[in-house]
Structures are given as C-alpha cells and as structure tokens.
C-alpha cells in the first residue's frame, strides 16, 4: 500500500480501524505513514470512524477530555450516553 494509484479499486485495509489508526506504544491514535500516501486515506478513517469501533474510540476521546478537565461530568455522561446508544443500534442491525 505504498502509492495508490487513482482508480476506484479500494485496498484490503480500507476501513480497518486497527490498521489506519492504530494506538501507539503511548495509547494515543495516529494514522501509520504509509497510510498518508494512499489516495483513500481520508474517506478510509471517515468510514472507519463511523462503524462500531470508531464510536468506541469517540468515547476514548471523550474520556480523555473529561480526564484532563476539559468537559464536565454531565457533557461526559450525555455524550458517552449517546455513544452507546449508536453502538447498540449499530449491533442490533
């Protein structure tokens, strides 16, 4: 997956969140280097975000800003409320 070439063909790693946005040895999220040559990267993590494991790591974000200070408990609770909501839905169907 070095260089993509602009065609509609998509590589087997599209969308896999464990591949396109991995946590680093630190626990934080970044997306690999050869990630950032391929011509699908963006739509890649856009689709990847959006299925169940994406929403979890929208609750590790959340977690994190709670942690740090920058969100209430009760933002906290209505967002990772909201969250799991989402992940449910996602799984019933």
Not at 11 to 31: A, H, M, Y
Not at 33 to 49: I, W
Not at 54 to 79: H, I, K, N, P, T
């Given at each position: 997956?070095?260089?993509?070439?602009?065609?509609?063909?998509?590589?087997?790693?599209?969308?896999?969140?464990?591949?396109?946005?991995?946590?680093?040895?630190?626990?934080?999220?970044?997306?690999?280097?050869?990630?950032?040559?391929?011509?699908?990267?963006?739509?890649?993590?856009?689709?990847?975000?959006?299925?169940?494991?994406?929403?979890?790591?929208?609750?590790?974000?959340?977690?994190?800003?709670?942690?740090?200070?920058?969100?209430?408990?009760?933002?906290?609770?209505?967002?990772k409320?909201?969250?799991?909501?989402?992940?449910?839905?996602?799984?019933?169907?």
């Amino acid at each position: 997956m070095t260089k993509m070439v602009h065609n509609n063909k998509l590589p087997s790693c599209f969308s896999r969140l464990d591949t396109v946005f991995p946590k680093g040895k630190d626990g934080l999220r970044e997306t690999p280097e050869k990630c950032l040559l391929c011509y699908h990267k963006t739509e890649c993590l856009k689709v990847a975000l959006q299925a169940t494991d994406g929403l979890r790591v929208r609750e590790e974000l959340v977690d994190r800003a709670y942690a740090s200070g920058l969100m209430s408990f009760l933002e906290r609770w209505s967002q990772k409320k909201e969250l799991r909501r989402k992940i449910e839905a996602k799984a019933k169907g």
